[in-house]
């Protein structure tokens, strides 16, 4: 196991030269439903990792080539019970999309400042 200098977080994943730029405690939707765990924005890719209990209801960690992603935004939740009912979206998420147009989608504290981190990191800038 190594540690990130720059955030002093403890990952295995990390390739040579790759850092982490922020860990996110960031529940990732699938089929409607959230599993907990955290989302790693390094110099190279988005890696999300579940937590252990969510491991054990089938989550599997994944991650994303920064030059696969398209955007990084805001998701916003339902607006009406029924589109709230629907999506399951009582709050704003953020939003991955991919060159394929595929959305990951992620709960997280400060849903914009997290997308704006992506495209920072996308960019080059962070």
């Given at each position: 196991?190594?540690?990130?200098?720059?955030?002093?977080?403890?990952?295995?994943?990390?390739?040579?030269?790759?850092?982490?730029?922020?860990?996110?405690?960031?529940?990732?939707?699938?089929?409607?439903?959230?599993?907990?765990?955290?989302?790693?924005?390094?110099?190279?890719?988005?890696?999300?990792?579940?937590?252990?209990?969510?491991?054990?209801?089938?989550?599997?960690?994944?991650?994303?080539?920064?030059?696969?992603?398209?955007?990084?935004?805001?998701?916003?939740?339902?607006?009406?019970?029924?589109?709230?009912?629907?999506?399951?979206?009582?709050?704003?998420?953020?939003r991955i999309?991919?060159?394929?147009?595929?959305?990951?989608?992620?709960?997280?504290?400060?849903?914009?400042?997290?997308?704006?981190?992506v495209e920072?990191?996308?960019?080059?800038?962070?």
């Open positions: 196991m190594s540690e990130d200098a720059a955030t002093g977080v403890r990952v295995t994943f990390l390739r040579p030269g790759e850092r982490v730029c922020e860990r996110l405690v960031a529940n990732h939707i699938r089929d409607r439903r959230p599993y907990d765990g955290y989302l790693y924005v390094t110099t190279e890719r988005l890696v999300w990792v579940p937590w252990p209990l969510a491991q054990t209801q089938g989550a599997v960690s994944f991650e994303i080539p920064l030059p696969e992603v398209r955007v990084a935004d805001v998701a916003e939740r339902g607006s009406t019970w029924r589109e709230r009912w629907h999506d399951k979206s009582l709050r704003d998420r953020l999309t991919r060159l394929s147009g595929e959305a990951e989608l992620f709960v997280v504290w400060h849903p914009q400042k997290a997308a704006d981190l920072q990191v996308r960019r080059g800038i962070a």
